[in-house]
């Protein structure tokens, strides 16, 4: 067969504005390195393999995408297509960099399987990273998902050409599964549409043939209708003095089975089978359209929805009614010419080519979306976390300022304000919903009206990780918690060395400084003087007489160190200064119950006046509020033969669904533990409230158990109670 000739002007005419001289160099540029680079390689259709990539540009041209984009669309395929070897790998990638530039280079890596040469990878990690890979770079530079949407369009145009039927299949549904959600999340109805279709003719291609017969049959007589109901409308909108194009649509085949599917109907019961699109110079012309069409024709009133002054999530404008014309109802699509691109090419409508930007506050936020679906939970679940974040539902929320926002459909008046700024959520006071109070918890619905009140005195709480959807929201309150804690952590390793301190004749000053000129942080890792406290306070440094003499040597050629209070009546002891160890016969040593100390985790000894040893964890709220008396501080450890089991109780947060008690009691039965106690009850979020009573034998018995409870994907929260 004649092979059709590439040329790169028709890339460059089908552009709607036309390319100054310099963007058309170089895209003939472009065209003439990816034409060598690409030399000898064919498609399964027989043709060079540079007709795809010309084809892709093609697509984003007739979009009119500026001259960047269309370049890295002729490209996109040079670094995964053409080397081979890791050292070539380089080589191409400099290339590009130097020949078009590093925006460009950027892109084309966007699109890129960059694990080509590691052997070591499986399929479904090539598949993970690729995903990651294709949704950070589109992070940078949203002409990323454009090429790459383009690209997909152009393999579906042609997967028939594919012999494996399985392939076939495999790439529609992860096409119909990611990309047309995708499309339509940043608004590119048209690219939406026809992936939809292509990929439903090889995935149901009996329903799709059953579709496409009954519309053959009737086509002649439903373009005839359109055609008469077109004329019909403009001759009416033109006498009226409204300056309009119309164009006229059947519904496509996919969306004809989704609503067959979705709303148990017939084709003959589908409103919107036919529909004209009336669009017009303004957006003020819009409405006075609409009000022309309902003067002349009868039209249903539930069926009349203004997208103009209520948009879609994607950005949607329009206004729809669906009228009745000689017995059979015809929806009616009325945009401006800037709606009208808007619906079609979505994101690239909103696109900043000089300064790399989006200008749609939407779409901006539909990509830290997929940003954080990706980096939150496992890794191994990228694929999933994608598809699932594609098929959220998003609704529109009014700010103060009267600006729209779209959010998930589950989102709190919490998550709202953290998606708004982190500081509006960390200070959150109280929200008002449509000017009525409401808590933090409270779930916002599609159109309302929200205020978020804030206070510099307010912080997060632990009570909400309990309700909050997001992951932002969720990193940021844990991020928080998390630094209180670790703030807690090194005032507990301070209180410690003070403790110990007062036993010997060193002054917190020296002890400081000495520290702070050794190498005594050095050696140990330790990066600050920070990290020593917090080291400390997890019993990760043991303060002891080693520790003493290791920091001031001329103390032990003096023979004068630290000595611990007299024991009285605690046999034990036979020698003061050694540590005491604790055992389950000892009646003069008792577990502190302000915060049952369990064998394993940091601990100290306190004597008290009736000369027994009380034992409490280093993070007892008494050592830290200084209750304990310093001076009556014992150094003591578990002995390594205590055999005791501990009770212990966790408090567990989890949605309220069934089979989550069973997946828990499981996390037991495989420990082998029994459950002592378990009380359940719903809180005002809908989440399941679990408190459990059970015997540890030790802290890192008690850690897996609550590493195995947080793994459960229903799990919220899971914390120890003392």
Known sequence: MTQKR?????????????????????????????????????????????????????????????????????????????AHSPDELIKVQEEIKELFGETVLKIVLGVTKISKFKKEISKEDREREYYRNMI????????????????????????????????RKRIARETLEIYAPLAHRLGMGKIKSELEDLSFRYLYPEEYNRIEEKLLKRKEVLEEQLKEMEEKVKKILTK????????????????????????????????????????????????????????????????????????????????????????????????SKEMDSIAEKGIAAHYYYKDGKV???????????????????????????????????????????????????DFTVLDFAYLIHSKLGHHFKRALVNNSIVNANRVLKDWDYVKIESDPEAHPKKEWLHFVKSHKARVHIRDYLNKIKDEERVEIGKKLIEIFLKKTDIGPEDFTKRLKGSEFLKNRGITDIEDFYRKVSTGAIKINEQFFYDLFPEKKKKKKGFSFPVLGSLKKAENSNKRIKIYPDNKLVFLGGCCNPIKGEPIIGYLTKENVIRVHSQSCRLLKNEILHPSRIIEVDWDKDYNEKFIVKVKIISADVFGVLFKISSVFHNEKINILKLNSKSDNTGNAVIIIDFYVNDIFQLRKIIKSIGKIKEVIDVERIR
Request: proline share 5%; charged share 30%; net charge neutral.
């Open 240 to 335: 009226n003095g409204m300056k309009v194009e119309i164009k006229s649509r059947i519904k496509k085949p996919y969306s004809i089975y989704k609503k067959i599917k979705d709303k148990g109907v017939t084709i003959d019961e589908i409103f919107d089978l036919l529909a004209l699109r009336v669009i017009t110079e303004t957006e003020k012309e819009c409405s006075e359209v609409a009000a022309i069409i309902k003067k002349y024709w009868v039209h249903i009133p539930t069926r009349y929805r203004d997208f103009i002054s209520n948009p879609k999530p994607n950005n949607y404008r329009a206004i729809h009614l669906t009228v009745i014309e000689q017995g059979r109802s015809i929806e009616i699509q009325i945009r």
């Open 136 to 167: 950070f770079g589109m992070v940078r530079d949203p002409r990323v998902i454009l090429v790459k949407m383009a690209d997909r369009l152009h393999n579906m145009r042609t997967l028939f050409y594919i012999p494996s039927e399985e392939k």
């Open 359 to 409: 200008d749609d506050e939407n779409i901006k936020r539909l990509i830290l979306y997929l940003r954080d679906a990706i980096e939150s939970g496992p890794t191994k679940e990228v694929v999933n976390k994608l598809k699932d974040e594609l098929k959220q539902e998003f609704i529109t929320v009014i700010t103060p300022k009267g600006d729209f926002i779209t959010i998930p459909k």
């Open 6 to 82: 590439f040329r790169y002007y028709d890339i460059v005419n089908v552009h709607p504005t036309p390319f100054s001289d310099e963007d058309v160099e170089l895209i003939k540029k472009a065209f003439v390195y990816g034409a060598k680079r690409h030399k000898g390689q064919t498609r399964h259709s027989g043709e060079p393999y540079f007709s795809h990539p010309v084809a892709v540009a093609g697509i984003l041209s007739e979009m009119d995408l500026d001259s960047e984009t269309i370049v890295a669309a002729i490209l996109h395929d040079v670094v995964e297509d053409t």
